[in-house]
């Protein structure tokens, strides 16, 4: 038994660079500082202290054990100051943290002006109505400026900070390929991907990308969709133009009304299934992938019906493709982060020991969605089930996105 205390070799699968808007040019580059000018008016309208903090000229929050569980947003210590990032991880007993994007997801939106984001339309507008060709490479501009940041802040410490490279999207299989490969290289050890439309328009399972997930499980890469990046699935929004689903705030990733968070998972959902049935995690079983902030309510269900169609009338025809039961590949390969704040974790254990290796801690570090002190009350909600389930939620299951180097 490792004599460390549990809540102090915890592994986070989900971090985030929260940095305020005026010095996105200092931080990222020149793209950035135009973006910070552009996306005045929608970040004003997340209101004070969210996003924006004209006044501050540093990450320079006192780094105390309370203020890392309760500051949130871009004044919490160690919000984009990525030296003070392990500062701040080691008062949270944080061995190891993926880091996603905040400035990152606008550059998503621009990059994908056809995903049906009403953001990436506001965004557009404030861009002087420019083509979607040009919104897209300047939002193309804007990824080079995150994945530049990205390799900088592996730098510092590559076994604690795991910042996540973003893909633009690609063109077909061998660009998708050429940027994965790039990104490896220049020392990435996390990938997002768009869970919302087909990769390279192509099936998830489709044997043409098969190289791409082939050379993530050999350099032990986990892909991961996040909320926010899941543009093209929902073309419309016009599912949430009515008055029971008018947002109460802004927010980059979720619209802080039901209907957001009761179909945030969808995307995702879909995209494991696509892989699971079409034999992506039988022909890659070293593939690591990650759904992060996009709850866990649905991964259970999700192996329930696709184990019920493996072993009943589709049991001959998937015998051809699966030498498991999709519950397995998704025990084996896939890993999500539940809602600590407001979804029953300790009941998915439960419910769903065969997959119990899927769920993981996260702190959403410094969002507000991560909620104060939440490892000790995740902690206290599994707790009754023991030291194994503890574990396992904490350190354990985490490893698997958050590998060793070497």
């Given at each position: 038994?490792?004599?460390?205390?549990?809540?102090?070799?915890?592994?986070?699968?989900?971090?985030?660079?929260?940095?305020?808007?005026?010095?996105?040019?200092?931080?990222?580059?020149?793209?950035?500082?135009?973006?910070?000018?552009?996306?005045?008016?929608?970040?004003?309208?997340?209101?004070?202290?969210?996003?924006?903090?004209?006044?501050?000229?540093?990450?320079?929050?006192?780094?105390?054990?309370?203020?890392?569980?309760?500051?949130?947003?871009?004044?919490?210590?160690?919000?984009?100051?990525?030296?003070?990032?392990?500062?701040?991880?080691?008062?949270?007993?944080?061995?190891?943290?993926?880091?996603?994007?905040?400035?990152?997801?606008?550059?998503?939106?621009?990059?994908?002006?056809?995903?049906?984001?009403?953001?990436?339309?506001?965004?557009?507008?404030?861009?002087?109505?420019?083509?979607?060709?040009?919104?897209?490479?300047?939002?193309?501009?804007?990824?080079?400026?995150?994945?530049?940041?990205?390799?900088?802040?592996?730098?510092?410490?590559?076994?604690?900070?795991?910042?996540?490279?973003?893909?633009?999207?690609?063109?077909?299989?061998?660009?998708?390929?050429?940027?994965?490969?790039?990104?490896?290289?220049?020392?990435?050890?996390?990938?997002?991907?768009?869970?919302?439309?087909?990769?390279?328009?192509?099936?998830?399972?489709?044997?043409?990308?098969?190289?791409?997930?082939?050379?993530?499980?050999?350099?032990?890469?986990?892909?991961?969709?996040?909320?926010?990046?899941?543009?093209?699935?929902?073309?419309?929004?016009t599912w949430s133009d009515a008055p029971a689903f008018a947002p109460s705030r802004a927010s980059l990733e979720l619209g802080?009304?039901?209907?957001?968070?009761?179909?945030?998972?969808?995307?995702?959902?879909?995209?494991?299934?696509?892989?699971?049935?079409?034999?992506?995690?039988?022909?890659?079983?070293?593939?690591?992938?990650?759904?992060?902030?996009?709850?866990?309510?649905?991964?259970?269900?999700?192996?329930?019906?696709?184990?019920?169609?493996?072993?009943?009338?589709?049991?001959?025809?998937?015998?051809?493709?699966?030498?498991?039961?999709?519950?397995?590949?998704?025990?084996?390969?896939?890993?999500?982060?539940?809602?600590?704040?407001?979804?029953?974790?300790?009941?998915?254990?439960?419910?769903?020991?065969?997959?119990?290796?899927?769920?993981?801690?996260?702190?959403?570090?410094?969002?507000?969605e991560g909620g104060a002190r939440i490892n000790r009350k995740a902690h206290d909600m599994l707790a009754p089930l023991g030291?194994?389930?503890?574990?396992?939620?904490?350190?354990?299951?985490?490893?698997?996105?958050?590998?060793?180097?070497?």
């Open positions: 038994m490792n004599a460390t205390p549990l809540l102090e070799r915890t592994l986070d699968v989900d971090g985030h660079e929260f940095a305020p808007p005026h010095l996105w040019g200092e931080i990222f580059g020149p793209v950035a500082a135009r973006l910070a000018e552009v996306c005045a008016p929608m970040i004003q309208a997340t209101g004070e202290d969210y996003i924006a903090r004209p006044g501050q000229a540093a990450d320079d929050a006192p780094m105390t054990h309370e203020n890392v569980w309760t500051l949130r947003h871009t004044g919490a210590p160690g919000a984009f100051d990525m030296m003070r990032r392990l500062e701040a991880l080691d008062l949270m007993g944080v061995r190891s943290q993926l880091i996603f994007p905040s400035y990152g997801l606008w550059a998503q939106m621009l990059a994908t002006p056809e995903g049906g984001s009403s953001i990436a339309t506001a965004l557009r507008h404030f861009l002087g109505n420019i083509s979607e060709a040009e919104t897209r490479e300047l939002g193309f501009a804007a990824t080079d400026e995150w994945n530049d940041w990205c390799v900088r802040t592996t730098g510092i410490n590559p076994a604690r900070l795991r910042p996540v490279g973003m893909l633009k999207a690609p063109r077909d299989a061998d660009d998708l390929l050429d940027q994965t490969r790039d990104l490896i290289a220049r020392g990435l050890r996390g990938i997002l991907i768009n869970s919302g439309s087909p990769p390279a328009n192509l099936s998830p399972a489709s044997p043409a990308l098969d190289p791409f997930w082939a050379l993530l499980a050999e350099n032990n890469v986990p892909v991961m969709a996040h909320v926010g990046s899941d543009l093209g699935f929902l073309r419309s929004a802080f009304e039901p209907y957001s968070f009761a179909t945030l998972h969808l995307p995702v959902e879909h995209f494991l299934m696509v892989m699971v049935l079409g034999g992506v995690f039988e022909r890659h079983p070293r593939l690591r992938f990650g759904a992060i902030e996009l709850g866990a309510h649905w991964l259970g269900p999700l192996a329930d019906n696709l184990d019920m169609w493996a072993t009943t009338i589709f049991a001959r025809r998937i015998k051809r493709v699966l030498s498991l039961k999709p519950s397995e590949y998704l025990a084996r390969n896939v890993r999500v982060t539940p809602h600590n704040i407001v979804e029953p974790v300790a009941e998915f254990f439960t419910r769903y020991p065969r997959i119990a290796s899927c769920y993981c801690y996260s702190t959403d570090y410094p969002h507000l030291q194994e389930v503890l574990e396992g939620y904490f350190v354990e299951n985490g490893k698997w996105l958050l590998p060793a180097l070497g």
